[in-house]
């Protein structure tokens, strides 16, 4: 997996939902490159450039994060909160999906900097028509940010 | 003389005096006319020698004018008094020159012709020795006397008017003497006085000194005192006495040749005089013994009435002593009753400012079980139940100290160990110094309600606990079953959203491999997963109502009901629905719960009124109770009054599945919505005639709707 041209980090536990969000996404054609992590620790080293992932760089971070909140380890909330409050990583679109309606997730969501959220539907269709409508928004419609502009902002790790 | 005259006596003199002027005024003019018209008798009166001479005769009229014009008591303007005093002192000027002018002819043998200015007298009528019309030497002088008297009428010496009315009393001589001479000596000579001219003199004489009857002699007559009295009673015995021994006297003396008429006539007034001087004196003694008199009994009087004064002051001193002595011991009275009273009631004691105990009542002696005896001479301290701090009693030492009461409560050990409670007002006295010198304590005994409230603190206390562990158990309730919903919300879904795509991904991916039937399961699949996910989500909903809480605003219901309209839109596609929505009230509601009713109660009618060929759905409210009660009626396939109690039960259904689809979560959902706002819910129904459901959302009156609660609560 070329991880220099990634295209979606996607954080989710269950086997299930990512061999049919995968299979959504490769069908549909939106991603090719797309990194899954299976739990918040994972995500974050991803992201943070640490662990298994030191030879990543901080100048290709991926063009979308697809983020469950409900994770081993450490919890989707928690990576949230780290990516959003690091200027490194804070500019990476990061889009909760999640089985959960709660509110409280929603609002501490939003709070914590998320830039959409969305409730993976039961039907199948329709969780299909989701990951299609949010892959086409973030990966073909949206701007991404230009990474380098934000680079002279990166102070040292926090963590 | 004081001047404490007669007021009676002084107004009839006063009468007297006008009376003696009209009578000289009269006299004289008559005699006047006695001349003018030649009758003789108005001259002389009785058949005598000699005649009043005409300007004698016009000397009384001016007098009689002038004691005329100076009467006393008239009331008149100033201008009209300076006439008349004018007049009157120009008439005794007159008098006195011509009487002084007829004795200069006298003593100078001159003929002034004063005598012929009026009446001419013929030489006949002359009185041997006197030129004719002059009139006598006593006349003249008597002329010249009355007409000073007149005009020094109200002169006032140092002492009194004595000048007026001593030339009075001399004129009075004067006439007497004529009287005499008319009587003794018949042959007329030239100091014979006719009859008119000296009984007009002794009257004028008597006029003027009456006129000023307060004064000097006037005022020796009219006195009020005793010498007055007497000289008054004395004087007309003593003038006959006078007269007759005057008149015995002068006729015995004039048969003895050796005195002239002249001598025996002065002698007589001499003696007339001197008695009458004598009498004087007497009157005087005995008028200043009476004034001394007077005077003690004034001191008399005085002491008297000061005595009395001071015996009535006395009295009424003695009375008001009994008075306030009565008012004492009323009030002594009412005091000992009120402590009687007090007595009664509670426990009072009086202790000095060392808490030496100086007083108890019974009550005291009853609750502390000490007598008498052994409490008096002790310290308060003997009662101490060791309860209260330090602090306490030093507080309450404090306050009393400083002058103020205390107001509290005690706990104290009675004699044999037991406790009880007093409410206790302690009340410092404070002397003269300022300082208190004893505080009296009155307390009741409240060791009864002290138990009680003890109790009811126990009874507080556990309740309180209890609360407290059953509100944590709740909390740990809740608590578990939020984490619960959570772990459904999250975990139950993903399961049938794996089965839901794994299973449509089979017939996508396999379709041509699979037989008809094979794929009908998988449909059948996809329809469960489908149906449990709505179930999953509605009951989800549904528990997190009991979470939810009221976000109250003002809410206008039409413009809610048709965006659920908009909502709704796509399931009546196709369909003919009649919607008839009334004009509905802005309510106080959350509304986004409210939103959920109208969205459960719609889509129910428009579920149920498929089979129609035209389904009508209606909205609208009524006043019932001053609340307004929202209706949403249908006339779809109804339901039977007797499955009611059902209708709003969870999972409760009323029509298979395969007819019409659904959870049973809907109208329990609206049910639990309703309730929270207080309000309350419920349907009426026909089998295939139509349902409809109404509901109050009792925000506001939750005391109303409680009643109303009741009643729904047994048909729900």
Known sequence: MNSDALDILLVEDSQDDVDLALHTLRREKLANNIFVARDGEEALDFLFCRGAFTHRSFDHPPKLVLLDLKLPKVDGMEVLKQVKSDPRTKTIPVVIMTSSKEERDLVASYHLGANSYIQKPVDFEQFRETVKTVGLYWLVINQPPIVESFQHLAGPAHD | ?716
Not at chain 2, 16 to 21: E, L, M
Not at chain 2, 204 to 222: D, E, K, N, P, Y
């Open chain 2, 1 to 716: 003389m004081n001047g404490r005259s007669d007021p009676r006596l002084v107004q009839r003199l006063s009468v007297f005096a006008s009376t003696a002027a009209g009578f000289a005024v009269v006299a004289g003019l008559s005699a006047l006319a006695g001349w003018k018209l030649h009758i003789a008798v108005l001259d002389t009166w009785v058949a005598a020698p000699v005649k009043i001479v005409p300007n004698a005769a016009a000397c009384l009229v001016l007098l009689g004018v002038s004691l005329w014009l100076q009467r006393k008591g008239d009331r008149q303007s100033f201008v009209w008094m300076r006439i008349r005093k004018l007049t009157a002192k120009t008439s005794a000027v007159m008098v006195c020159l011509v009487g002084l002018l007829s004795l200069a002819e006298h003593v100078f043998g001159w003929d002034l012709r004063i005598d012929r200015l009026l009446v001419v007298v013929p030489p006949a009528e002359a009185i041997v020795g006197v030129r004719a019309g002059l009139m006598a030497t006593i006349a003249a002088l008597n002329f010249l006397v009355l007409g000073a008297a007149l005009l020094l009428l109200d002169w006032k010496t140092r002492h009194d008017h004595w000048p007026a009315q001593f030339l009075s009393f001399g004129a009075a001589i004067g006439a007497i003497f004529g009287l005499f001479a008319l009587v003794l000596q018949p042959r007329a000579s030239g100091i014979t006085m006719a009859l008119p001219a000296a009984v007009t003199f002794f009257v004028l004489a008597c006029g003027l000194v009456c006129s000023r009857a307060t004064w000097a002699i006037g005022g020796l007559l009219t006195s009020q005192n005793a010498g007055a009295r007497l000289l008054r009673s004395v004087i007309p015995a003593a003038l006959l006495v006078l007269g007759l021994i005057g008149w015995s006297v002068s006729k015995s003396l004039l048969t003895d040749a050796h005195f002239t008429w002249v001598q025996a006539s002065l002698l007589a007034i001499l003696c007339g005089t001197i008695l009458f001087a004598f009498l004087t004196w007497i009157a005087f003694i005995v008028d200043r013994s009476d004034a001394l008199n007077a005077e003690l009994e004034r001191r008399v009087a005085e002491r008297t009435a000061a005595l009395q004064s001071e015996v009535t002051k006395r009295t009424l001193a003695q009375e008001a002593l009994k008075e306030s002595l009565a008012t004492s011991e009323a009030a002594l009275k009412e005091l000992a009753d009120q402590k009687f009273a007090l007595d009664q009631h509670a426990i009072v004691a009086t202790t000095d400012v060392q808490g030496t105990i100086t007083y108890v009542n019974e009550k005291f002696c009853a609750i502390s079980q000490y007598s008498r005896e052994e409490l008096i001479g002790q310290n308060h301290r003997i009662l101490n139940s060791g309860h209260h701090s330090k602090e306490f009693f030093q507080q309450m030492y404090q306050t009393i100290a400083s002058g103020q009461v205390w107001h509290g409560e005690i706990k104290n050990r009675a004699k044999d160990g037991s406790m009880y409670w007093v409410d206790a007002t302690i009340v410092p006295f404070a002397g003269a110094d300022g300082k208190p010198w004893q505080y009296v304590a009155i307390r009741t005994d409240i060791t009864e309600r002290k138990l009680a409230e003890e109790v009811i603190r126990q009874l507080n206390d556990e309740l309180e606990q209890r609360v407290g562990e059953r509100t944590a158990q709740l909390e740990a309730a809740n608590k578990e079953l939020e984490t619960f919903s959570y772990s459904v919300s999250h975990d139950l879904r993903a399961p049938l959203r794996h089965v839901s795509g794994f299973s449509q991904l089979l017939v996508e991916e396999f379709g041509s491999n699979l037989d008809p039937t094979a794929q009908k399961y998988v449909e059948r699949i996809q329809a469960g997963t489908q149906q449990m996910g709505v179930l999953v989500d509605e009951l989800l909903n549904l528990a997190r109502l009991g979470r939810h809480t009221l976000r109250l605003q003002r809410t206008g219901l039409n413009a809610m009901v048709a965006e659920m309209l908009a909502i709704l839109q796509p399931e009546s596609a196709g369909r003919q629905v009649e919607w008839v929505i009334a004009d509905l009230p802005a309510v106080e509601c959350d509304p986004v719960l409210v939103k959920q009713i109208f969205q459960n109660l719609l889509s129910n009618a428009l579920k149920f009124t498929r089979s129609r060929a035209r389904g009508v759905i209606e909205v609208s409210h009524k006043e019932e109770d001053g609340q307004p009660v929202f209706m949403v009626r249908d006339n779809g396939i109804g339901f039977s009054m007797k499955y009611v109690d059902k209708l709003f039960g969870v999972f409760q259904r009323l029509h298979r599945a395969e007819d019409f689809e659904g959870t049973g979560i809907g109208l329990a959902t609206v049910q639990r919505i309703v309730h929270k706002h207080g309000g309350r819910v419920w349907a009426e129904g026909e089998l295939d005639k139509g349902a409809a459901f109404y509901f109050t959302l009792g925000v506001g009156k939750q005391a109303k709707s409680k009643s109303n609660g009741v009643a729904a609560g047994g048909r729900l």
